[in-house]
């Protein structure tokens, strides 16, 4: 069982950066990529980006320039910074744990419970 709690969520103008951060507690933590999703109002949920325990990244084309990934074994934390943050941007990110990857994205078996980032144009 993993747990997942995000924070760093908030209102920006289009532009800005913003960093979120993910605390995971739970057992063999090494065994589990680390990602981020997001879910715009009416949209599916998208893959952001993903890191491995070694450190390894995948991104979504969406992203992919303007986001940054990365995690802190020690602290047992994965951090998604945002640049250049853009109206379509704006949804609740959720930080997520997976064993397995497929169809080039991250498949979570945990979610955290969810932030909120709002991008005024």
């Known amino acids: 069982q993993v747990q997942l709690v995000e924070s760093g969520g908030g209102l920006v103008q289009a532009g800005d950066s913003l960093r979120l951060s993910c605390t995971a507690s739970?057992?063999?933590?090494?065994?589990?990529?680390l990602g981020w999703f997001r879910q715009a109002p009416g949209r599916e949920r998208e893959f952001v980006a993903s890191?491995?325990?070694?450190?390894?990244?995948l991104y979504g084309n969406s992203v992919k320039g303007r986001f940054t990934i990365s995690r802190d074994n020690r602290k047992n934390t994965v951090d998604l910074q945002m640049n250049s943050l853009r109206p379509e941007d704006m949804a609740i990110y959720y930080c997520?744990?997976?064993?397995?990857?497929?169809?080039?994205?991250?498949?979570?078996?945990?979610w955290g419970q969810g932030t909120q980032i709002t991008v005024s144009s």
């Open positions: 890191i491995s325990w070694g450190g390894s990244t």
């Open positions: 997520a744990a997976g064993s397995r990857y497929a169809s080039g994205r991250l498949e979570a078996d945990y």
């Open positions: 739970g057992r063999t933590l090494s065994r589990y990529f």
